[in-house]
C-alpha cells in the first residue's frame, strides 16, 4: 500500500522521513512511527467517534472481510434504523463542490478526517494522489477495505492529527476538511479552542502549495437554523448563539463540560481564516447543508436572489413570508450572515481562479454569442444530478446557460447521448414547438470532463410547483394541478405528432424483445412468483398487436415532473439523454402521471402504493381525471383504447427492470414492485378496463 511518492516529515523536527522495514524513521532526532498493515501511525490518540457506535462499527469491519462493504452498510445500517447513514457514506455526490474548483487533473489532495472515506473515495475518481488522514482506527480500517474492494488505487491513508501533520511544507493543491475545524477544540482541554483552530489552520497552509486552497465544511454560528431549536456541537440548543463565556456556563452546567466545539460567522470565519495566513477567501452555500449538497451557490446577490426566486415558490402564507424576509435580507445584502451552512474555498497565497467552467466560458464567449460585458460579474448556482453536475451561469437576476458538467469517470457519454438525441429532435419539430425543447449551445471535452451548454428556460421546475401545493388534495389546489397537467398532455400530443415515424411492425423477435423478455426478466427476479392468468393473458393479446396499428413514437424515457420547466402557459423539457424509440408509446404519458400524482394525495399516513391504487383502480374524481387525459391524448394520436391496459403493465415492468441494476435506485425499484403486485392483485378493476 506504502506509496513512494508520498513523503512524511517528522512532526517534531521537520526532517524528511526514511522508511526502514516497517517504519518511517527521523535519521535526525531517531524518532520511529511504525507502518501497521500499510497505514503509517503517527498518533495513537484513540477517542472513538463516529456516526456509527463502536460496537456496530467493528461489527461491520469484520464482517466486511468477507462481503462486499456496500451489501454489509445496507444490511446492517438498515437493522439498525440507520438508513440515513448509508446514504451519508456511499453518496459520492458530497464531494461535487470540487466542480466549483479549477483543480487540475494531477492535483494532490489532503482529506483530514477522512471518516468512512466517503469524499476521498469521490476526489480519487479526478485527482492524482488523495492522502486521508483520521485518528479512529476502525474508521481507517473500514476505508482501507472500502478503497481496496473499489479498487481504488490512488489513495493513501494515514493515522495522523491535523495538530501534528507529517508532510512537508507546499505538498498539496487541495486540503479539505469537512465537518472538521468544528471539533478541534476538543483534542486538547488545556488549550484554548480557537487557538488550537488557529493551529491546525497554520499547519494546513503550511503544506498547501502556494496556488492552493482550503475547502471547509461547516454551520455558520449564527445561522438561521440555530434560532430555531438546531442542536450544536455542543449537543444542547442555542449554545452557539451565546457568547463564548455565557456559552461555556450554559454547557458546564448542563453537561459538566465546556464549551469548546467553535463555529463562527460568515465574518468570524474571515477573520480566523486571514489570521492564519489565507488570502483570499470565497463562501458557498450548501442546500439543504453541507453534508448533503443537493443545491451550491456563490453568496453573491444575483445567485441568492436567483435562488430565492426560483426555489422558495409559493402561493402560502408561511412561504410568502419566508420569501420576502430572505428577498429582504439579500437586497440589503444580509443573507450570506444567516444561511445555515457554509461551503469556504480559501487560498494560501494567490487569488482563486476562476474555475472550470467559468474558465470555459471566458475561453469560448464568441462561440457562446456573448455579449462581453456579460463576463463581469457572472456566477454560478450547482444543482447535483444522478450522473453529475448541472450549473446555471447567472448575470444579474438572469441566467444565462444551463451548463451541464459530467466527469467521464462519473458517467460513461450521457451527455454526448443527450447531445446526439437533440440534434436528431431539432430537425424533426416545428419552430412553434422548438421553445418547449431545450436548445444547445455547445457540446465540448475537456480535461476529462464532458460540457453540455443549453439555453435556459425562464421557468420553475413542476415538482417544485407541485410540492408547494400545501393542500394539493382541496378542490382549487386540485384545479391548478389539473391545469398543469393538462398543458403538458397538450405539449406531448403536438410533440409526439411531430415525430411520429409511421407505424410499429412487430416482428416475432420484437415481441419477445419488448413483452416477453421484460416480463420473464421481472420474474426471474421476483422469487417465488409465476406467471399468473393475467400474463397469459397480456401475451395472447400482444402476438395480435399489429392489428391494432401502434404509432412509431419515440418517448423522452424520463418524463418526469423534475424534468419539465413551466412559464406561466408554456412546458418546457429538459434530460433528453434517454430519448429512444425501444420503450411504446404510452410509457411517457404514465410516467408523467404515476410520478406527479405522488405528491397528489400526499397526507402523512398514505403510502405511494395506497396512491398508486387509488389513481389507477378506484372511481373517484381524480381517475376521471386520469381516464380522461390519457382517452384525449390517445384519441389525438390514432391509439386504440385497448392498448392502453395492455401498455400499462409493460410500462410498470420496464421501469422496474431498468433500475433493477443500479444499486443507489433500489427505493424505485421496490415502488414498482408494489405497484406491480397490486396491478396483478386489481388488474380487473383497472380503469381502463
Ligand atoms: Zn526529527
Known amino acids: 500500500m506504502m506509496n513512494q511518492d508520498i513523503s512524511y516529515v517528522c512532526t517534531t523536527c521537520g526532517h524528511l522521513l526514511k522508511k526502514h522495514n516497517d517504519c518511517l524513521t527521523c535519521e535526525k532526532c531517531e524518532k520511529q512511527w511504525p507502518i501497521i498493515d500499510g497505514i503509517p501511525q503517527f498518533t495513537e490518540e484513540h477517542h472513538y467517534w463516529g456516526e456509527i457506535s463502536q460496537d456496530l462499527m467493528q461489527q461491520i469491519n469484520k464482517q466486511i472481510q468477507k462481503e462486499n462493504w456496500k451489501d454489509v452498510l445496507k444490511r446492517t445500517l438498515g437493522e439498525h434504523n440507520q438508513e440515513e447513514t448509508y446514504d451519508f457514506v456511499t453518496d459520492l455526490k458530497r464531494a461535487n463542490w470540487h466542480l466549483f474548483l479549477p483543480l487540475p487533473s494531477n492535483a494532490h489532495v489532503l482529506d483530514i478526517g477522512c471518516g468512512l472515506g466517503t469524499i476521498s473515495h469521490s476526489l480519487s475518481r479526478h485527482y492524482e494522489k488523495i492522502v486521508s488522514i483520521e485518528t479512529v482506527p476502525e474508521r481507517l480500517f473500514f476505508s482501507k477495505i472500502r478503497f481496496q474492494q473499489e479498487n481504488i488505487q490512488n489513495v493513501e491513508l494515514v493515522r495522523a492529527n491535523l495538530l501534528d501533520l507529517p508532510f512537508p511544507e507546499n505538498s498539496f493543491d487541495l486540503v479539505v476538511m469537512n465537518g472538521v475545524l468544528e471539533w478541534v477544540g476538543l483534542s486538547e482541554q488545556s488549550k484554548n479552542p480557537r487557538d488550537l483552530q488557529l493551529l491546525a489552520l497554520r499547519n494546513i497552509h503550511r503544506v498547501l502549495k502556494n496556488t492552493g486552497t482550503l475547502y471547509i465544511g461547516i454551520e455558520n454560528r449564527i445561522g438561521y437554523s440555530y434560532f430555531l431549536g438546531r442542536v450544536d456541537h455542543s449537543y444542547l440548543k442555542y449554545s452557539s448563539l451565546l457568547p463564548r463565556r455565557l456559552a461555556n456556563l450554559y454547557t458546564r452546567r448542563k453537561k459538566n463540560e465546556d464549551y469548546r466545539t467553535y463555529t463562527y460567522s460568515y465574518s468570524g470565519y474571515q477573520k480566523l481564516l486571514k489570521q492564519a495566513g489565507f488570502q483570499d477567501t470565497n463562501f458557498y452555500c450548501p442546500f439543504p447543508g453541507y453534508n448533503k449538497q443537493n443545491l451550491i451557490f456563490e453568496l453573491k446577490k444575483n445567485a441568492v436572489n436567483y435562488y430565492i426566486k426560483q426555489f422558495i415558490v409559493s402561493k402560502y402564507f408561511k412561504k410568502r413570508v419566508i420569501y420576502f424576509l430572505t428577498k429582504a435580507l439579500s437586497n440589503l445584502g444580509l443573507f450570506k450572515y444567516v444561511v445555515g451552512d457554509y461551503i469556504i474555498f480559501t487560498q494560501k497565497s494567490d487569488p482563486i481562479p476562476d474555475n472550470k467552467i467559468i474558465n470555459y466560458i471566458k475561453n469560448n464567449w464568441t462561440k457562446l454569442n456573448l455579449n462581453k460585458k456579460h463576463l463581469k460579474n457572472i456566477s454560478l448556482l450547482g444543482h447535483n444530478y444522478a450522473s453529475g453536475i448541472s450549473f446555471l451561469l447567472l448575470h444579474k437576476n438572469q441566467s444565462l446557460f444551463h451548463i451541464k458538467l459530467s466527469s467521464k469517470t462519473d458517467n460513461e ?94 416482428t416475432p423477435d420484437e415481441l419477445e424483445l419488448k413483452i416477453t423478455k421484460p416480463f420473464k426478466q421481472f420474474f426471474d427476479n421476483s422469487n417465488g412468483k409465476t406467471l399468473t392468468n393475467e400474463m397469459e393473458n397480456i401475451f395472447r393479446q400482444a402476438r395480435n398487436l399489429n392489428d391494432l396499428s401502434i404509432p412509431k413514437i419515440p418517448q423522452h424515457g424520463d418524463f418526469c415532473a423534475c424534468n419539465i420547466l413551466m412559464d406561466k402557459e408554456h412546458v418546457q423539457v429538459i434530460d433528453w439523454e434517454n430519448y429512444t424509440l425501444t420503450y411504446l408509446p ?62 400499462f403493465p409493460l410500462y410498470l415492468i420496464t421501469f422496474h427492470n431498468m433500475f433493477s441494476s443500479n444499486p443507489a435506485k433500489q427505493e424505485i425499484v421496490e415502488n414498482y414492485r408494489q405497484y406491480l403486485d397490486i396491478y396483478f392483485e386489481h388488474s380487473d378493476k383497472m380503469i381502463f378496463s
Request: with cysteine; aromatic share 16%; net charge positive.
Open 413 to 506: 457519454n450521457t451527455l454526448k447521448q443527450e447531445y446526439e438525441n437533440l440534434k436528431i429532435i431539432k430537425n424533426q419539430i416545428s419552430v412553434q414547438l422548438k421553445n418547449s425543447i431545450i436548445s444547445f449551445l455547445l457540446f465540448d471535452e475537456f480535461d476529462g470532463f464532458q460540457i453540455l451548454i443549453q439555453n435556459t428556460l425562464p421557468g420553475i421546475r413542476l415538482d417544485e410547483l407541485f410540492n408547494a401545493c400545501k393542500h394539493p388534495h382541496k378542490e382549487k389546489e386540485q384545479k391548478i394541478w389539473f391545469h398543469k397537467l393538462d398543458l403538458v398532455k397538450t405539449f406531448l400530443i403536438k410533440f409526439h405528432r411531430s415525430v411520429q415515424n409511421g407505424y410499429f411492425n412487430f
Open 586 to 647: 404510452l410509457f411517457d404519458l404514465f410516467h408523467i402521471l404515476t410520478t406527479s400524482l405522488m405528491p397528489f394525495l400526499r397526507v402523512k399516513e398514505i403510502s405511494t402504493q395506497t396512491i398508486f391504487k387509488r389513481s389507477y383502480f378506484e372511481q373517484s374524481e381524480l381517475t376521471n381525471f386520469i381516464r380522461y387525459f390519457i382517452g384525449n391524448y390517445c384519441e389525438q394520436l390514432n391509439i386504440a383504447k385497448e392498448f392502453i391496459k395492455l401498455c
